[in-house]
């Protein structure tokens, strides 16, 4: 086994050295997937998160819940979620979208959202009351008090979007379930490492987990110079 282990850290090496043109598709296509459902994530949950922390209206608390809830959502349930929607049988099944990458866009769009408009609700909600007093004093429209709000708490809210992206791109139980794992088309990072693992194919396996680990670590940094920097 000890020697296996071995082998395959020098097979990983090599395939990442030599650009292996699968090993390089997949994380291709796992940061375009994961990259484009944390965008459009952006795109809706920045909204409702600023709106949720900006008014006080009938029903917050339940929504609030709600939302917490979603935030540690069970991705597997949510991939059993996407592929009813979107199996032949099901209301969206006409469109052919299951076992696509927009399938697997949609199931981490899904998880996305709730994280980036928990995080940007939790980051405008802390700004000190008297900076909202003031800019309204100033005679700033709401729209220009959001904006203002915003920008105050920016990095909060870019740390939220980071774990939302870091969150999708290590999913598993999601993607496998409405992307099918079907090579060169629809296997990323996660599930390639749990077939190649399957299969033996060590070499490959740990070549994706050690970049899957590099993304992590970049995700991380960006994350505590963040923190460092809003204190």
Same mark, same amino acid.
């Given at each position: 086994?000890?020697?296996?282990?071995?082998?395959?850290?020098?097979?990983?090496?090599?395939?990442?050295?030599?650009?292996?043109?699968?090993?390089?598709?997949?994380?291709?296509?796992?940061?375009?997937?994961?990259?484009? &459902?944390?965008?459009?994530?952006?795109?809706?949950?920045?909204?409702?998160?600023?709106?949720?922390?900006?008014?006080?209206?009938?029903?917050?608390?339940?929504?609030?819940?709600?939302?917490?809830?979603?935030?540690?959502?069970?991705?597997?349930?949510?991939?059993?979620?996407?592929? $009813?929607?979107?199996?032949?049988?099901?209301?969206?099944?006409?469109?052919? $979208?299951?076992?696509?990458?927009?399938?697997?866009?949609?199931?981490?769009?899904?998880?996305?959202?709730?994280?980036? &408009?928990?995080?940007?609700?939790?980051?405008?909600?802390?700004?000190?009351?008297?900076?909202?007093?003031?800019?309204?004093?100033?005679?700033?429209?709401?729209?220009?008090?959001?904006?203002?709000?915003?920008?105050?708490?920016?990095?909060?809210?870019?740390?939220?979007?980071?774990?939302?992206?870091?969150?999708?791109?290590?999913?598993?139980?999601?993607?496998?379930?409405?992307?099918?794992?079907?090579?060169?088309?629809?296997?990323?990072?996660?599930?390639?490492?749990?077939?190649?693992?399957?299969?033996?194919?060590?070499?490959?396996?740990?070549?994706?987990?050690?970049?899957?680990?590099?993304? &992590?670590?970049? $995700?991380?940094?960006?994350?505590?110079?963040?923190?460092?920097?809003?204190?």
């Amino acid at each position: 086994m000890k020697n296996e282990i071995i082998q395959g850290i020098i097979q990983a090496i090599m395939l990442i050295i030599m650009f292996d043109r699968e090993i390089w598709f997949t994380v291709i296509l796992s940061i375009g997937v994961s990259g484009t &459902a944390t965008f459009i994530a952006s795109m809706i949950g920045l909204p409702i998160g600023s709106l949720m922390g900006l008014r006080d209206f009938w029903g917050k608390k339940s929504i609030t819940n709600l939302l917490n809830t979603f935030m540690g959502f069970p991705p597997v349930i949510m991939g059993l979620f996407v592929f $009813l929607l979107l199996s032949k049988n099901g209301p969206l099944g006409s469109l052919g $979208l299951l076992y696509t990458p927009t399938a697997m866009i949609i199931a981490q769009l899904l998880l996305a959202i709730p994280i980036i &408009a928990g995080t940007t609700k939790a980051a405008i909600e802390s700004v000190d009351p008297a900076l909202r007093e003031t800019i309204l004093s100033l005679g700033a429209t709401e729209i220009e008090l959001w904006w203002e709000l915003i920008k105050d708490s920016k990095r909060s809210i870019i740390a939220g979007i980071l774990v939302a992206f870091g969150q999708a791109i290590s999913e598993v139980g999601a993607v496998m379930i409405v992307g099918g794992n079907i090579r060169w088309h629809t296997r990323v990072f996660t599930t390639s490492i749990v077939y190649q693992t399957q299969m033996g194919e060590f070499g490959m396996a740990i070549a994706l987990g050690f970049i899957l680990i590099s993304v &992590a670590f970049i $995700l991380n940094y960006t994350l505590t110079y963040l923190q460092s920097k809003e204190d």
